[in-house]
């Protein structure tokens, strides 16, 4: 019996992107998965765009935008009742290669103990790595790194040609994110405290805590326009994004950093303002 994949995608005013996105899941063979779109009450032509043109989605309309993780949530749970045996949270400003979904349910399959997993992730328009390897910043070296991140891509803008597979993986980012049904039962959904940021950190560590590996799947690649999406940068407004990024990480290091790491953290907000503001001037005037 042939191993059931749902791919979700979460939608918010993705006009500019649906269709490529949709158009490159669907050129490979679609007997093989299923698509769930959630639209978190979008303002423009998206749901539109998907009822014209991808007649075998299955289109879930919000009334209102429920934010990242329960958008996901909503399409999991939609997911796990038609019967999935695995689920592919993928952003709506991703492209795929025809091979996504073939290697990447290969890959779990043949890989036991990994509960979550994904694909290389690519900028667009280049063969350097946008996500392939992860590390959340632990102990002392929480110190040594002046912004308020608790972690970093590793591998991140090298060329996919450089890349070897033996990076420590800390987390999975939720823009390719394929997990197994037994993760969702045993651990459960996404935690929607997280409106936008950080649910894919707290979903991986809670993964890693339940015994589950993560792995990376250097079969397949996919592009990511993080970099190209202006406009939703603009409409949400940088203020709220940074609040909701600083919300998520205070959130993680309260759940899983030390006692000690929290005060390692406090100490680092003191100087960390500094370091920014030389990095804007010396950009602005070198």
Known sequence: MPNKLFIIIVTW???????????????????????IVVDNNSEDRTKEIVK???KEVILIESKKNLGFA????????????????????????????????????????????????SPIILFPNSDKIWFAGSRIFRGREI????TTKIGEH???????????NNSDVDWIPACALFVKKDVFE?????????????????????AKIAGYELGIIDSTTIIHKEDLNSKFEISIGLFKKAIYKMKARC??????YSFKEKWYYLIKLTYTPLFQLAYAVRKIFS
């Open 143 to 146: 110190l040594e790194h002046a």
């Open 251 to 256: 959130t993680i290091i309260h759940r899983y």
């Open 70 to 117: 329960a958008g996901n949530n909503v399409g999991i749970k939609k997911a796990l009742s038609l019967g999935a045996d695995y689920a592919a949270l993928l952003n709506q400003d991703t492209e795929v290669s025809n091979d996504f979904a073939q290697n990447c349910v290969k890959y779990l399959v043949e890989n036991r103990k990994v509960g979550l997993a």
């Open 13 to 35: 005013n993705g006009e500019k992107f649906i269709s490529d996105c949709l158009n490159s899941v669907y050129n490979q063979d679609k007997s093989d998965f299923s698509v």
């Open 154 to 164: 590793t591998n991140k803008k090298i060329s996919l040609s450089e890349f070897s």
């Open 52 to 54: 014209d043109n991808f």
């Open 186 to 206: 045993k651990i459960g959904l996404l935690d929607e405290k997280f409106f936008m940021y950080g649910e894919d950190v707290d979903f991986s560590l809670r």
